[in-house]
């Protein structure tokens, strides 16, 4: 079944490590997106990638990471995690489609929920 | 750049009562406007979305929202709420390439 998965779901952490997060989709999405929540408050972007070897930052800065090897696979990279790093990762996919409809709706994975002591 | 804005942090409401969200974006060009719904542990998923044609559109579980382009505004609605309605919804706007999500409201029906 197509879908966007995301691990770990829940990660808690010490301060200084590296952490990778998952993020892979089996739709053949050609973008994807990494966005962080906080509590109560709005989805923020912080990377995009609109296809292989594409990577962008979003709007929200942001000392992560990311890379695109593969169409269906976009890890998020912390080098040193630190407790300003907790929050809510979401990933998301999409396709630039010649259907009206399909253009620019996104699909969520689950999220990941980063805790760093 | 573009921006969203939703009036409501926290509605509360008993099952049956109607629901109404609002949403107002700025951004000056031609829009696309989403509603994502947030259940309790499950994915963040599409309601409904407007892109172009009948300013009302229709979603899934009964939900519907009325883009008004003169007032900015994409208010969501539903007529009588059930319990399964509690959830967080967002607002979305894409303008330029990027989606704009407002800061989301939480719904709680109460049974």
């Known amino acids: 079944e197509a879908d966007i998965y995301q691990t770990p779901r829940y990660l808690v952490i010490g301060t200084g490590k590296k952490i990778t997060l998952e993020c892979s989709q089996t739709?053949?999405?050609?973008?994807m997106y990494w966005y962080q929540q906080d509590p109560g408050m709005e989805l923020h972007l912080i990377h995009y990638?609109?296809?292989?070897?594409?990577?962008e930052k979003g709007d929200l800065s942001s000392e992560s990471t990311v890379s695109r090897i593969r169409t269906e696979h976009f890890p998020l990279t912390l080098e040193s995690a630190r407790p300003s790093h907790t929050s809510q990762y979401l990933c998301?996919?999409?396709?630039?489609?010649?259907?009206?409809?399909?253009?620019?709706?996104?699909?969520f994975g689950p999220g990941t929920r980063l805790t760093v002591l | 750049a573009q921006s969203v804005s939703q009036h409501n942090h926290h509605v509360i409401l008993s099952e049956a009562a109607s629901l109404e969200l609002g949403c107002n974006y700025s951004y000056g060009g031609t829009v696309n406007l989403f509603w994502y719904v947030q259940y309790p542990g499950q994915h963040l998923q599409l309601l409904l979305k407007?892109?172009?044609?009948?300013?009302l559109v229709k979603g899934i579980k009964g939900f519907e929202a009325e883009f008004i382009k003169s007032k900015f505004s994409f208010n969501l609605r539903k007529p009588s709420v059930q319990w399964s309605d509690t959830a967080e919804y967002f607002c979305a706007v894409i303008g330029d390439y990027k989606l704009s999500f407002g800061a989301g409201t939480t719904v709680t029906v109460r049974a």
């Open positions: 998301a996919s999409s396709v630039t489609s010649g259907k009206e409809s399909s253009y620019n709706e996104q699909f």
């Open positions: 990638s609109y296809g292989v070897n594409s990577t």
């Open positions: 739709m053949g999405h050609d973008k």
């Open positions: 407007y892109f172009s044609g009948d300013p």
